[in-house]
């Protein structure tokens, strides 16, 4: 766009200077209504603005040049190459815009995660130290209570005077049996045995019934004139 013109000649016609001044004078107030138009949508420094105050210039100075020398008329328009490149300039700096705002809204939404993710790493450690002190507090409530507990159970064995033993070395079930299996049965069949005869014997020694008629006659020194067995039933 630096080495195209912005305006290319596109008719020259010799005139008298009355008619170049009509002529000049209606470009004048075509350029100055669409400067108007211009200036009601976009501000003074946008280029086709600028370009507008540029044409009204031209305008004025080619005014100034007829009233002067009054030789020739010359038309000018936009140059189509260089409007083409002004328009692609313009929809590239629209575009570049809306890249550098949807950057910056992405740049916050990073700076908003990020700001998330600490608070929550702080938050996280912050919920880890409460659990720690939690367990503490709970271990120290669970030894308390055992404390009372023993305090309670200790007074209560003071007030029924009943001591408090504890086992130095507690029990142990041995490896190997004392005795013997074989031991064990023979000792306990002997035992059985004598058992048996004891109770026998004293069945027998504190049974006062007669059980033949001989100890009757013996007893009461009379005779037996019938012995009957007795029936089970």
Known sequence: MAGMPERSATARTSADADKLLEELQTQLLADQAKRAQLA???APQYPLVREADQEIAATNAAIAVA??????TETTDRDPAYELLREDLAKTQADLASQQASAQASQKAIQSMQNQMVDLDQKAVAQ???????????????????KREQERTSNALDQSKIGNVALAIPPSVP???????????????????????????????YDNSFQTPAQVIDSLGIPVVISMAKKTA
């Open 128 to 146: 880890q130290d409460l659990e720690r002190e939690v367990k503490a507090d709970e271990d120290n409530y669970l030894l308390y209570l055992s």
């Open 175 to 205: 490896a190997l049996p004392v005795y013997s299996d074989k031991a064990v049965v023979l000792v306990s069949i002997l035992a059985a045995m004598l058992l048996a005869l004891i109770m026998a014997y004293g069945t027998d020694y």
């Open 67 to 72: 009233q002067k020398t009054r030789y020739m």
């Open 40 to 42: 009601m949508k976009y």
